[in-house]
Structure formats: structure tokens, C-alpha cells
T-cell receptor
Framework: DGGITQSPKYLFRKEGQNVTLSCEQN?????MYWYRQDPGQGLRLIYYSQIVNDFQKGDIAEGYSVSREKKESFPLTVTSAQKNPTAFYLC????????????FGDGTRLSIL | AQSVTQLDSHVSVSEGTPVLLRCNYS??????LFWYVQHPNKGLQLLLK??????LVKGINGFEAEFKKSETSFHLTKPSAHMSDAAEYFC????????FGAGTTVTVRA
């Protein structure tokens, strides 16, 4: 079955450490997205990519970085510059822009040690 | 730019009674609209979508939504709530990137 796989499901970060969250899709979708969700909050967009080798900042990109070297992969790195990284991170993909629905992974929960 | 407002942050219903989740949108053209559901510690799942065909859209799990252009609304309803409907619901308007509402938490009382 096609879908989006996020790994790991749980991740712990030490102070001053960079960590990378994996997002892989086999839906042949062009667009991919990273969202952050805090308790009782909605989704906030971190980065998105509409095509390979191109990506745009979302509303809260500071302290995060991404790459899009392959169509099926869109890893997110939480850098040490992100001072409050504890959150639930969701990856999504869609066929293209606008009127197509997004497909979501099951998320990665990141915590500080 | 498009935007979405979910009018209720929390809705509580008794099992077997109707559910109404309200969503208003702002758009300079006829948009595509979506409702998603999120259960705890899970990703979002598409409930239904409106893409300028029929204004009454039927989705999964007995949910439906009506697009009303004159009211710029896209409210989600279900005739009879089930305990498994307890979750977070998001209204989304098409854009690049999509614009999310703040979410509505639904609790279902036995």
C-alpha cells in the first residue's frame, strides 16, 4: 500500500545536538510538507517543497533545515538553534498544489533529554 | 491569501446526538475545501473534500459537509455521534501551501 512513513516514532534530543526526522513517501507526490504541533494547538508549517531540489520556508522555519534531493524523501533537521523543539512533528505530501488533499504520516514525537 | 476560521475550539456532544463543527473561509475565488480528523498521537486523515462539484459532500464515517458560497461556510455534520468520533478536526482551504484552521476538539459523552 502507498503511504507516508515517518521515523522514528519517538526521538530524544540532548542539549546542543542536531537531530534528523525522516519522511518517506511512495505515492509519487510532488509536494511535501513539515508541520509542528504543540499540545492543544493546531498545525504550524515549518517548510514545504513543491518539487525536487526546491523548498520554501513556512511560518516557523527558524532553527530547522530540510533537503529535497529525491522525490520520495523530505528529511527535517532540528538544529541546536531551535531552543524549544519538544513537539509532535507531522509530514505530509500531495499530488501538487492547491486543490489536492494531503496525505499525512503518523508523526514523530520529539522530546528534550 | 486564503484563510480559514473554525468557530468552536471545543464541542461536546452526547453519544447518538448530532454533531456540528463550524468553518468559515476567506477566498478571492472558489476554493477547494477539506475536513480532516486527527486521533491522539496520529496523523491527519481526510474526511471529505469539496472541489466545486456538488455543494453537499459526503465523507467517511457518516460525516458530510455543505458548501455555502453566500455564507462562505463549510460546516461539518454527523447525524449521530459515536464514541469513536472523539478527536480533533481541522478545516483546510486550498492554497499553496494549504491554510489550516486552528482545530476543533470533539468530546463524546456516554
Amino acid at each position: 500500500d502507498g503511504g507516508i512513513t515517518q521515523s522514528p516514532k519517538y526521538l530524544f534530543r540532548k542539549e546542543g545536538q542536531n537531530v534528523t526526522l525522516s519522511c518517506e513517501q511512495n505515492l509519487n507526490h510532488d509536494a511535501m510538507y513539515w508541520y509542528r504541533q504543540d499540545p492543544g494547538q493546531g498545525l504550524r508549517l515549518i517548510y514545504y517543497s513543491q518539487i525536487v531540489n526546491d523548498f520554501q520556508k513556512g511560518d516557523i522555519a527558524e532553527g530547522y533545515s530540510v533537503s529535497r534531493e529525491k522525490k520520495e524523501s523530505f528529511p527535517l533537521t532540528v538544529t541546536s538553534a531551535q531552543k524549544n523543539p519538544t513537539a509532535f512533528y507531522l509530514c505530509a505530501s500531495s499530488i501538487g498544489e492547491g486543490d489536492q488533499p494531503q496525505h499525512f504520516g503518523d508523526g514523530t514525537r520529539l522530546s528534550i533529554l | 491569501a486564503q484563510s480559514v476560521t473554525q468557530l468552536d475550539s471545543h464541542v461536546s456532544v452526547s453519544e447518538g446526538t448530532p454533531v456540528l463543527l463550524r468553518c468559515n473561509y476567506s477566498s478571492s475565488y472558489s476554493p477547494s475545501l477539506f475536513w480532516y480528523v486527527q486521533h491522539p498521537n496520529k496523523g491527519l486523515q481526510l474526511l471529505l473534500k469539496y472541489t466545486s462539484a456538488a455543494t453537499l459532500v459526503k465523507g467517511i464515517n457518516g460525516f458530510e459537509a455543505e458548501f455555502k458560497k453566500s455564507e462562505t461556510s463549510f460546516h461539518l455534520t454527523k447525524p449521530s455521534a459515536h464514541m469513536s468520533d472523539a478527536a480533533e478536526y481541522f478545516c483546510v482551504v486550498s492554497d499553496a501551501p494549504p491554510s489550516f484552521g486552528a482545530g476543533t476538539t470533539v468530546t463524546v459523552r456516554a
